[in-house]
T-cell receptor, first 113, second 113 residues
Framework: KQEVTQIPAALSVPEGENLVLNCSFT??????LQWFRQDPGKGLTSLLL?????REQTSGRLNASLDKSSGRSTLYIAASQPGDSATYLC????????????FGSGTKLNVKP | GAGVSQTPSNKVTEKGKYVELRCDPI?????LYWYRQSLGQGPEFLIY????????DSGLPNDRFFAVRPEGSVSTLKIQRTERGDSAVYLC???????????FGPGTRLLVL
């Protein structure tokens, strides 16, 4: 069974810092990997989706990379802002089962003004 | 356009009661997913619909849980004889097709007393 781990579980940084969130997965046979943002009491918002054939995706201040062979993905946030405070979740879709995403437990980010 | 909506947003019930949770996907999305999220954890897959049929229900924890999507649009998750351990946020997501980006609703917070 695919296991997805996110480190750290929580992170607090001052505004303006660049930061990296980590995601690792045990089975490298993935179809794609997706990063989500979750605000308290809300659903999930998709940030970036990386297909297994891709190395990275960028959207604004966000950059996600994927190293399938080592089972790792990182989400880089540039020039962090207080509005970035949320929980960030990564999820992988396996090659052998297209029906379900396996989620990590998330990294809770707090950006201090 | 309208996103995924879920009703009710909160549900409090007593142990042993029956509950129904509703999901309205984005119009035209053929794939629909239910997840359960416990506090501090990532969402866990419950069931996936393609059209009207449940293509994968391997995540349903036991036979007290059942879901339907009779017309290929709205879906209802049904829980019989609720237990305190069923307390969680139940998330619904839809996507235009299989393996594509999933769009999540805000969730239903279920509390079983």
């Amino acid at each position: 069974k695919q296991e997805v781990t996110q480190i750290p579980a929580a992170l607090s940084v001052p505004e303006g810092e660049n930061l990296v969130l980590n995601c690792s997965f045990t089975d490298s046979a993935i179809y794609n990997l997706q990063w989500f943002r979750q605000d308290p009491g809300k659903g999930l918002t998709s940030l970036l989706l990386i297909q297994s054939s891709q190395r990275e995706q960028t959207s604004g201040r966000l950059n996600a990379s994927l190293d399938k062979s080592s089972g790792r993905s990182t989400l880089y946030i540039a020039a962090s802002q207080p509005g970035d405070s949320a929980t960030y979740l990564c999820a992988v879709l396996g090659v052998y089962n297209f029906n379900k995403f396996y989620f990590g437990s998330g990294t809770k980010l707090n950006v201090k003004p | 356009g309208a996103g995924v909506s879920q009703t009710p947003s909160n549900k409090v019930t007593e142990k042993g009661k029956y509950v129904e949770l509703r999901c309205d996907p984005i119009s035209g999305h053929t794939a629909l997913y239910w997840y359960r999220q416990s506090l501090g954890q990532g969402p866990e897959f419950l069931i996936y619909f393609q059209g009207t049929g449940a293509a994968d229900d391997s995540g349903l924890p036991n036979d007290r849980f059942f879901a339907v999507r009779p017309e290929g649009s709205v879906s209802t998750l049904k829980i019989q004889r609720t237990e305190r351990g069923d307390s969680a946020v139940y998330l619904c997501a839809s996507s235009p097709g299989h393996q594509e980006t999933q769009y999540f609703g805000p969730g239903t917070r279920l509390l079983v007393l």
